[in-house]
């Protein structure tokens, strides 16, 4: 029976593994960088002068684009793509499945006499036209309406991707419905981003910079993620359709040593790193830092900062890669946020600043007391934003995979806190009281503007258990999960931002307008911050269990799962706060909360089927033929006249019964979780087929423990986790 074990025989073919062999041993990594993207350089050698200018313009001042230079510049880029090998072109956008999309296009037409030229024309370049109804959209389309846009998005540059068989021009866009509804996750980033900077310019003036350039939001995302041999990944159906194992042990060594986090990479994982490197590289994205993370089997991966627009699709484009390299090297790459029960889980941290070329990082302690007071007041400014609508930022990361991370000791906990440091948290509580004078870190430090301290740059130490820390020249928002784009985080923080930095410059105009001294006018903007908005800040441990009594008291929201978080997108104050930034519509609002219901219901109804099938098919059949061998045992010793021991037998029958009753359990509840209200349904499954689920789990992982070896079918986390 042994011999049709699939795991038994996924183990021999993990042994027999041979790793590729590296064809790109003499190549340098800096001259490969960004050599498949329409970058500046390139549009700055193959573009006239004045086309060239206007698009600038564009990219780096946001000036509205020209259209009459599409022509010109869709030809440069059409000509440059095919002297790469590209034979097609891609709009690629990112809908509401969070996941990424193209449709390719030849460049060749065909002509009269049999023969084809290659074509591509700016109207082409700027617009294409995909199946709307197709993708998730809460309403704003319906299935016999089919019409939506792609626009491009000339702030992200182009890319070709290649493949063994030929390459494709991949051009980043956004898109919308016929209405000019947005369906993707670009648009709103786009829209919020437009939205601070008009904010963040209003503020810069106050602080005597006449004409500033935009305010652009940065995004750093940390990619944590698992890897596993491709063979242990096809013999788990749950990992293959759900990301997540919904069965599976603990092993007798998980990570309790630390011994795996900064420890030597693995010959086999560093290979594929090298390899995924080398094409990001080639993309333009600027991977910094790789390394091993808590988990056995996790690692990490660190970009550089870039504006958000593109921080997002790199990301996306960075995911599919790793994926893709992955396979090359005989593994998958495994992003969900838990994979594995009972090991770290996967976030994505995404560091946030704000800033410009003139000004710099408007999120970073200055040189002098001037620049202290404009920081202190965006870091003022950060703090509003946090508490007022720490509710969106925590829908922001909600999803039903993230659920199982939030909040468990290994990431930071679902209520939404910020973390200042000892150094800042002191000075923002002198302001409190009247006036900072000195510094927590070093002596005493004269304010200057005149009542604001010099700051060192840095702040002090970090808080792993908060989710919105600052870091001494940035905010790391550590509660992002790692299968989630970064874009819908950057739209809440860049709205949010917009407003509150709205109110701080409308609250200096007023002041000043009323003759208080500019400097008089900060200090008491900074009070009644701290005085209004304080709560938010904790230095503390988030893990404690005093932690959530404290938060409660303090008045911040304890969103525990995504089903309680997603009423939060079509609150009163959410649909105000997007409406006036023009960020978001209310019927935007609202579809993105039932596409939010919708892929919670969709993604554990998937789990639970699974469970319910493998429960049914694969763990409750090994589990009873090992009850068979053992009462088959027990009989002929008995036929025999020996006193059987029948202790093991009673070992496996009482999971064996608990795994019947808890599969009856399950079916029911998916049988009844259908109500007309999405986020009733929602409710259902959270309230009842998740419990189910975990009482099908808890009684099969106890039969791993005891089922014989050779009949258990299911690779386990021992080997999943070590075997690579």
Same mark, same amino acid.
């Given at each position: 029976?042994?011999?049709?074990?699939?795991?038994?025989?996924?183990?021999?073919?993990?042994?027999?593994?041979?790793?590729?062999?590296?064809?790109?041993?003499?190549?340098?990594?800096?001259?490969?960088?960004?050599?498949?993207?329409?970058?500046?350089? *390139?549009?700055?050698?193959?573009?006239?002068?004045?086309?060239?200018?206007?698009?600038?313009?564009?990219?780096?001042?946001?000036?509205?684009?020209?259209?009459?230079?599409?022509?010109?510049?869709?030809?440069?880029?059409?000509?440059?793509?095919?002297?790469?090998?590209?034979?097609?072109?891609?709009? !690629?956008?990112?809908?509401?499945?969070?996941?990424?999309?193209?449709?390719?296009?030849?460049?060749?037409?065909?002509?009269?006499?049999?023969?084809?030229?290659?074509?591509?024309?700016?109207?082409?370049?700027?617009?294409?036209?995909?199946?709307?109804?197709?993708?998730?959209?809460?309403?704003?389309?319906?299935?016999?309406?089919?019409?939506?846009?792609?626009?491009?998005?000339?702030?992200?540059?182009?890319?070709?991707?290649?493949?063994?068989?030929?390459?494709?021009?991949?051009?980043?866009?956004?898109?919308?419905?016929?209405?000019?509804?947005?369906?993707?996750?670009?648009?709103?980033?786009?829209?919020?981003?437009?939205?601070?900077?008009?904010?963040?310019?209003?503020?810069?003036?106050?602080?005597?910079?006449?004409?500033?350039?935009?305010?652009?939001?940065?995004?750093?995302?940390?990619?944590?993620?698992?890897?596993?041999?491709?063979?242990?990944?096809?013999?788990?159906?749950?990992?293959?359709?759900?990301?997540?194992?919904?069965?599976?042990?603990?092993?007798?060594?998980?990570?309790?040593?630390?011994?795996?986090?900064?420890?030597?990479?693995?010959?086999?994982?560093?290979?594929?790193?090298?390899?995924?490197?080398?094409?990001?590289?080639?993309?333009?994205?600027?991977?910094?830092?790789?390394?091993?993370?808590?988990?056995?089997?996790?690692?990490?991966?660190?970009?550089?900062?870039?504006?958000?627009?593109?921080?997002?699709?790199?990301?996306?484009?960075?995911?599919?890669?790793?994926?893709?390299?992955?396979?090359?090297?005989?593994?998958?790459?495994?992003?969900?946020?838990?994979?594995?029960?009972?090991?770290?889980?996967?976030?994505?941290?995404?560091?946030?600043?704000?800033?410009?070329?003139?000004?710099?990082?408007?999120?970073?302690?200055?040189?002098?007391?001037?620049?202290?007071?404009?920081?202190?007041?965006?870091?003022?400014? *950060?703090?509003?934003?946090?508490?007022?609508?720490?509710?969106?930022?925590?829908?922001?990361?909600?999803?039903?995979?993230?659920?199982?991370?939030?909040?468990?000791?290994?990431?930071?906990?679902?209520?939404?806190?910020?973390?200042?440091?000892?150094?800042?948290?002191?000075?923002?509580?002198?302001?409190?009281?009247?006036?900072?004078?000195?510094?927590?870190?070093?002596?005493?430090?004269?304010?200057?503007?005149?009542?604001?301290?010099?700051?060192?740059?840095?702040?002090?130490?970090?808080?792993?258990?908060?989710?919105?820390?600052?870091?001494?020249?940035?905010?790391?928002?550590?509660?992002?999960?790692?299968?989630?784009? *970064?874009?819908?985080?950057?739209?809440?923080?860049?709205?949010?931002?917009?407003?509150?930095?709205?109110?701080?410059?409308?609250?200096?105009?007023?002041?000043?307008?009323?003759?208080?001294?500019?400097?008089?006018? !900060?200090?008491?903007?900074?009070?009644?911050?701290?005085?209004?908005?304080?709560?938010?800040?904790?230095?503390?441990?988030?893990?404690?269990?005093?932690?959530?009594?404290?938060?409660?008291?303090?008045? /911040?929201?304890?969103?525990?799962?995504?089903?309680?978080?997603?009423?939060?997108?079509?609150?009163?104050?959410?649909?105000?706060?997007?409406?006036?930034?023009?960020?978001?519509?209310?019927?935007?609002?609202?579809?993105?909360?039932?596409?939010?219901?919708?892929?919670?219901?969709?993604?554990?109804?998937?789990?639970?089927?699974?469970?319910?099938?493998?429960?049914?098919?694969? !763990?409750?059949?090994?589990?009873?033929?090992?009850?068979?061998? /053992?009462?088959?045992?027990?009989?002929?010793?008995?036929?025999?006249? !020996?006193?059987?021991?029948?202790?093991?037998?009673?070992?496996?029958?009482?999971?064996?019964?608990?795994?019947?009753?808890?599969?009856?359990?399950?079916?029911?509840?998916?049988?009844?979780?259908?109500?007309?209200?999405?986020?009733?349904?929602?409710?259902?499954?959270?309230?009842?087929?998740?419990?189910?689920?975990?009482?099908?789990?808890?009684?099969?992982?106890?039969?791993?423990?005891?089922?014989?070896?050779?009949?258990?079918?299911?690779?386990?986390?021992?080997?999943?986790?070590?075997? /690579?």
């Amino acid at each position: 029976m042994s011999g049709n074990n699939v795991r038994l025989q996924a183990i021999k073919d993990v042994e027999a593994y041979v790793p590729p062999t590296p064809i790109h041993a003499e190549e340098t990594p800096g001259d490969i960088f960004g050599e498949n993207v329409f970058s500046i350089q *390139v549009m700055q050698r193959r573009l006239p002068k004045s086309v060239f200018k206007s698009v600038i313009a564009t990219i780096e001042r946001s000036e509205p684009l020209d259209p009459l230079v599409a022509d010109a510049v869709a030809s440069a880029m059409k000509d440059w793509a095919m002297e790469k090998g590209a034979t097609h072109y891609a709009h !690629v956008f990112y809908p509401l499945t969070g996941l990424t999309a193209e449709k390719h296009d030849s460049f060749l037409d065909p002509v009269g006499d049999g023969s084809a030229f290659a074509s591509f024309s700016g109207k082409t370049l700027i617009q294409g036209e995909p199946d709307a109804s197709s993708f998730p959209n809460g309403g704003l389309r319906q299935t016999f309406e089919a019409r939506g846009y792609t626009g491009w998005d000339v702030m992200s540059p182009a890319y070709v991707l290649e493949n063994p068989n030929g390459n494709t021009l991949c051009i980043p866009t956004i898109f919308i419905s016929m209405t000019g509804e947005a369906l993707d996750h670009k648009t709103p980033v786009l829209r919020s981003q437009q939205a601070m900077s008009m904010q963040a310019k209003r503020v810069l003036r106050l602080f005597g910079h006449e004409d500033p350039d935009n305010v652009v939001a940065y995004c750093g995302p940390e990619q944590e993620y698992f890897l596993i041999d491709s063979h242990f990944f096809l013999a788990r159906p749950d990992l293959l359709n759900a990301g997540r194992t919904l069965f599976g042990a603990r092993p007798p060594k998980g990570q309790e040593f630390d011994d795996h986090y900064f420890g030597a990479i693995p010959s086999r994982v560093l290979g594929f790193m090298m390899d995924t490197e080398r094409e990001l590289f080639k993309l333009g994205i600027p991977a910094k830092t790789r390394h091993n993370e808590v988990a056995p089997g996790q690692f990490e991966i660190a970009p550089m900062f870039e504006r958000a627009n593109e921080a997002s699709d790199h990301q996306q484009l960075l995911m599919t890669t790793f994926k893709s390299v992955a396979k090359k090297h005989g593994m998958e790459c495994l992003f969900h946020e838990k994979p594995f029960d009972g090991v770290n889980g996967s976030g994505k941290h995404v560091n946030f600043s704000l800033g410009n070329a003139a000004q710099g990082n408007l999120l970073l302690p200055g040189d002098n007391p001037h620049d202290n007071a404009q920081f202190l007041v965006f870091c003022g400014a *950060v703090i509003r934003a946090v508490h007022k609508y720490g509710g969106l930022l925590r829908v922001s990361v909600a999803s039903a995979s993230n659920d199982h991370r939030l909040g468990a000791n290994e990431a930071p906990p679902a209520i939404i806190s910020i973390f200042l440091g000892d150094q800042l948290a002191d000075v923002f509580d002198q302001i409190a009281k009247g006036g900072a004078t000195r510094s927590k870190e070093k002596g005493t430090l004269t304010i200057g503007v005149d009542t604001l301290p010099d700051l060192t740059k840095d702040p002090g130490d970090r808080n792993r258990t908060s989710p919105f820390a600052f870091t001494g020249n940035r905010f790391e928002f550590r509660a992002p999960g790692s299968m989630q784009t *970064v874009a819908v985080p950057m739209v809440m923080l860049n709205t949010i931002m917009a407003e509150a930095l709205d109110f701080c410059a409308t609250t200096l105009e007023k002041a000043v307008a009323a003759g208080t001294d500019f400097n008089e006018a !900060v200090q008491t903007l900074l009070a009644d911050i701290v005085a209004e908005h304080g709560a938010v800040i904790f230095n503390g441990n988030g893990y404690s269990e005093e932690w959530p009594i404290e938060a409660e008291q303090r008045g /911040l929201k304890n969103l525990r799962t995504t089903v309680d978080a997603l009423p939060e997108l079509i609150s009163a104050e959410a649909i105000e706060l997007f409406g006036t930034y023009e960020v978001f519509s209310e019927r935007e609002m609202h579809s993105r909360y039932e596409v939010g219901c919708e892929q919670y219901i969709l993604t554990v109804s998937v789990e639970a089927n699974l469970t319910l099938e493998m429960g049914t098919t694969t !763990v409750l059949p090994a589990a009873i033929r090992y009850q068979t061998e /053992l009462a088959a045992n027990v009989a002929a010793l008995k036929a025999a006249g !020996v006193d059987a021991d029948t202790s093991t037998l009673e070992s496996v029958s009482a999971p064996i019964a608990a795994l019947r009753a808890g599969l009856a359990t399950l079916a029911d509840a998916i049988a009844h979780d259908h109500h007309d209200d999405p986020l009733a349904t929602a409710t259902a499954i959270r309230d009842t087929v998740l419990p189910a689920m975990a009482q099908v789990r808890g009684a099969a992982d106890a039969l791993e423990g005891l089922v014989a070896d050779d009949l258990w079918p299911l690779p386990t986390y021992q080997e999943m986790l070590y075997i /690579l």
